[in-house]
């Protein structure tokens, strides 16, 4: 359900602390009676995220600003003949949820390709291809993107590091191009035809920072690893590409439904900023975009100072991170590792940004007040982040509090787990890759390495560093749901726990997704808690995740998400 914007317009917008009956609110009209509101939701459990007053039964909204929380008696004060009323029946207020890691328009781009994520095997996407080429004319790029080898079924006879060979699936698919994502995004899988298309053959040499997988006799197979990908582009030129302005019509739609009010999207060109700010203009965004820049240095030094936005459109549209890959993902052998791989020790995985080139990304960040954030998962990446990151530090002691950051944080060596506390940088972390990544890590890893640092959330937060949450879809769903229970639980699909001692308690859990996640984006004044002055951005769970038995946390459901006072997704509309 989609709304008119109503203004904001309160007479004075500080936070006075007023206490009325058991509301703590925002302001007070004339001669002591309370602003009348909006929207009211009562009837429920609020759960605000603020110490100063942490629960209540009923939340007052004003324009786009919370007005009051407190019990369902002291909101009616705030209850007028104009102002819309929804009854919670009990159910669980929460600040909306911000997923602090993810992909934007490639949670909308997943809704137009073959959908992966689930298959049980390789023969599966052979039949789904072969399907999707029946249908294609010759010539036409078919796209999927979600397989992930670890968790089929059965390994495809004659693989190559549990990785297929091409010639099954070009059998079925002679005169299209095809191109098959990995879930993690790290990789990709193409036919023939698609390697033809793209002039890669046994002489084709990698390229830095990535890799053609071959067999004994030096034939691709068709599996490219990390900037090998790239490779692969000319296979899909004259390809239609899909309008931009319709993907975040797509992903946005998919994030509100799952209670994401606020989405940081983790690395997009300056023409998708251009799409996201025409969207702001027009009124058409309804999430709203923390976003992080991806592109060369000398792009960067070009064009950052035009591009640096703050609560853009009321707040809508934040322009003001970096992001950079210092290494790859752990599936397909491409995280960068200290030590071998246990299970492929001819290799540490890739290191696909030099570490030359950071040490200018960081000195452009400081030079124009941007976040810096760089994707690391093996503990040789983070290692070296943080050592680019504290020689920033040392360098420019005058800019103190920057809150850059680190996007996944997977594998830790222990001496670094308390460099992040130390150095105030932030654990942008997906507690969903834990479970899901979990049946793998261990022969990935071996044991003592994935006990010592993988997924350690109660490490970090112990040593005293923030941190947040996500999903980084769409390499998993979008749904919060299921990364908190991941967090909370560490529970595979096999029921094992994936070292239990790493969980977070179920407010912690909550704090990683609302305040904690505000925090790393320069944004906790404004949103990450139910406090009276704050934007009013609420998810409403059918189920009291905080309180309901640990197993029933992924039945919970999304009820209403709201977006600045207004009700942008309703379970009864849906």
């Not at 359900?1 to 609110?25: H, I, N, Q, Y």
């Not at 605000?48 to 909204?61: H, L, R, S």
């Not at 999903?471 to 529970?491: G, H, L, M, Q």
Request: glycine letters at 10%; a negative charge; hydrophobic letters at 40%.
């Amino acid at each position: 359900m989609e709304k008119t914007g109503r203004p904001f317009g309160f007479r004075r917008r500080a936070l006075v602390g007023v206490l009325l009956g058991s509301a703590v609110a925002l302001t007070v009209g004339c001669a002591g009676e309370p602003d009348v509101a909006d929207l009211v939701l009562r009837g429920g459990k609020v759960v605000t995220v603020d110490e100063a007053n942490p629960e209540g039964e009923a939340i007052a909204v004003r324009g786009d600003r919370i007005l009051a929380v407190g019990s369902d008696s002291a909101i009616s004060e705030y209850i007028g003949s104009e102002t819309e009323v929804i009854d919670l029946d009990g159910q669980l207020a929460v600040p909306g949820l911000i997923d602090s890691h993810g992909h934007f328009l490639g949670v909308g781009d997943a809704k137009m390709q073959l959908d992966l994520m689930r298959v049980a095997n390789w023969d599966e996407i052979v039949s789904m291809v072969e399907a999707a080429a029946a249908e294609a004319q010759p010539g036409e790029l078919i796209r999927g993107r979600g397989w992930h080898q670890e968790k089929w079924d059965r390994v495809p006879p004659g693989n190559i590091d549990g990785l297929p060979t091409h010639h099954t699936l070009s059998a079925v698919s002679p005169d299209n191009p095809v191109i098959l994502r990995h879930a993690s995004g790290h990789a990709s899988f193409a036919n023939a035809k698609a390697m033809e298309m793209a002039g890669i053959t046994s002489d084709t040499p990698d390229p830095a920072g990535g890799e053609i997988v071959r067999d004994a006799d030096g034939n691709p197979i068709g599996a490219f690893r990390e900037r090998a990908q790239g490779l692969l582009s000319a296979a899909a030129e004259g390809a239609t590409e899909p309008d931009p302005r319709r993907l975040a019509e797509l992903a946005a739609e998919e994030a509100l439904s799952k209670g994401v009010t606020t989405f940081h999207d983790a690395g997009v060109g300056f023409g998708t900023i251009d799409v996201y700010k025409q969207m702001v203009d027009d009124g058409a965004l309804g999430i709203r975009l923390w976003v992080m820049i991806r592109q060369p240095n000398e792009r960067l030094a070009e064009l950052l100072p035009e591009y640096r936005l703050v609560n853009y459109g009321d707040h809508r549209l934040t322009v003001r991170a970096i992001k950079v890959s210092a290494d790859g993902a752990l599936g397909p052998h491409g995280a960068w590792l200290l030590e071998p791989y246990s299970d492929l020790p001819s290799s540490t995985g890739l290191n696909t940004s030099p570490m030359e080139a950071l040490h200018e990304t960081a000195r452009l960040a400081v030079e124009h007040d941007f976040q810096l954030c760089v994707h690391a998962i093996g503990d040789r990446a983070n290692r070296e982040v943080l050592d680019v990151y504290e020689a920033a530090f040392q360098a420019n002691p005058d800019r103190t509090g920057l809150r850059w950051r680190i996007e996944h944080a997977q594998h830790l060596h222990p001496d670094d787990i308390p460099r992040f506390g130390q150095l105030g940088v932030i654990a942008a972390m997906q507690g969903v890759h834990c479970t899901s990544d979990g049946p793998w890590v261990i022969p990935r890893l071996g044991e003592q390495r994935a006990r010592e640092g993988a997924y350690v959330w109660r490490s970090l937060w112990e040593t005293g560093a923030v941190v947040s949450n996500g999903t980084d879809a769409p390499v998993e769903d979008v749904d919060p749901i299921a990364s908190y229970y991941a967090t909370v639980s560490r529970k595979m699909s096999d029921g094992n726990a994936f070292f239990a001692e790493q969980r977070l308690t179920r407010m912690e859990a909550l704090q990683t997704y609302t305040i904690k996640a505000a925090y790393a984006g320069f944004e906790e004044e404004t949103k990450g808690s139910l406090t009276p002055g704050k934007l009013a951005d609420i998810t409403v769970l059918s189920k009291d995740i905080l309180t309901i038995p640990e197993d029933e946390i992924p039945t919970a459901e999304v009820v209403y998400t709201i977006v600045g006072g207004e009700v942008m997704y309703s379970k009864g509309d849906s």
